[in-house]
């Protein structure tokens, strides 16, 4: 909107190509710290705040001077404290924009009750409500921030940017073609004539027009960032059903699923993936660069969503996603997802890995027809005509920051 940005964190992987081509826009990236382990756990997680906090802090005094900070929560051990510092150096207004609760994170692996939460808990707590506005992504949110920390707060729901949308045929298939390189299930399960076909599509030699290809398997696709609050044994254990299905006689496609993401548990369900011997599915988990992975939402033919809140307030931008790309959704059940995913009108919401297997079988029964209940959710989301983020941006923030300075 018109607004000088400096842009920092980490750039551990390579921006979408629209914030590379922004004039307005400056990456400062933030180097990521390494090798900080010696002594107890404790230790060494006290020295990674002291020293993040440090180096956080340089950065933020070396920038222009900002009008606003904004920043995401979580992480914000120790960047709301630190960027309230730099405000008070600059004089600038700090803005927080809740995603969830850090202190709900780390229960996750310590427990509700260990002195590492309560401290995470009383310190967003209390720097919380030093922040000029505060910015949230569900009603709910918004009002346990002003029940439990008397923060108030502007809900601004998650919105897909503008290239999440379905993928043209001859877009999919030159990424098809290109994943094939890398990976089996994007290849043609059956030798071809033709060098330009892939697992889904197929180019004709004569009109060159991309088709579907017959026989095609579904494709399925989740991502995720293979942390605790994602537990990806549902989805594996329904996988396992699905398969069972096909070989009780069920007609059911096969299946390709694709699970996208980096994170800590990555090599462990990757270990429990090999250890899978399916005849009618394969699995792959690649690792997609930001041009691409709004183009596979746009082709695929389903998605699943196992993101189960640690707070249960906040909401998967995966799915927001998916929707952006018209993109069904499977969606594992907590607190307020209901408000984004309406269950049998914009997809399906299980609880369990045995729901979500009977979910697949139902979805999946008269594939590829277009008369099916798949097809049907997929014409309701073309039909919502949702704000994207830039409309939605405009709406609740700007009237926060008043005129353009």
Known sequence: HGRQVALLGYLQTRPHRDVLDSENIRL??????????????????????????????????????????????????????VAWVAGLWWGSKLIIDWHNYGYTILSLSHGRSHPLVLIA?????????????????????????????????????????????????????????????????????TASPSADRSAFTERDGRSGDVLKARGRPALLISSTSWSEDEDFSVLLRALEDYERFIKEGAELPALVCVITGKGPLKDYYNGLIQNLHFEHIQICTPWLEAEDYPLLLGSADLGVCLHKS??????????????????????????????????????????????????????????????????SFRENLRASRQLRWEQSWAQTVLPLLGNKE
């Open 121 to 189: 808990k009383w310190y967003e707590k209390l720097f919380g409500r030093l922040s000029d506005y505060n910015l949230c992504v569900t009603d709910a949110m918004k009002k346990d921030l002003w029940v439990n920390f008397k923060i108030k707060a502007e809900t601004l729901y998650d919105k897909p940017a503008s290239y999440f949308k379905e993928t043209p045929l001859d877009l999919q298939h030159n990424l098809f073609m290109r994943l094939a390189k890398a990976y089996k299930p994007f290849q043609p399960r």
């Open 310 to 375: 640690s707070s249960g307030l906040d909401l998967p931008m995966k799915v927001v996603d998916m929707f952006g790309c018209c993109l069904p959704v499977c969606a594992i059940h907590f607190e307020c997802l209901h408000e984004l995913v309406r269950h049998n009108e914009n997809g399906l919401i299980f609880r369990d890995s045995q729901e979500l297997a009977k979910q697949l079988k139902m979805l999946f029964l008269d594939f590829p027809s277009q008369g099916g209940k798949l097809q």
């Open 28 to 81: 400062v990236p933030v180097a990521e710290l390494r090798g900080l382990r010696v002594g107890p756990k404790l230790f060494q997680y006290v020295l990674k705040v002291l020293v993040q906090s440090v180096q956080l802090l340089y950065t933020l005094l070396r920038i222009d001077q900002p009008s606003y900070i904004l920043l995401q929560n979580p992480p914000g051990l120790p960047s709301i404290a």
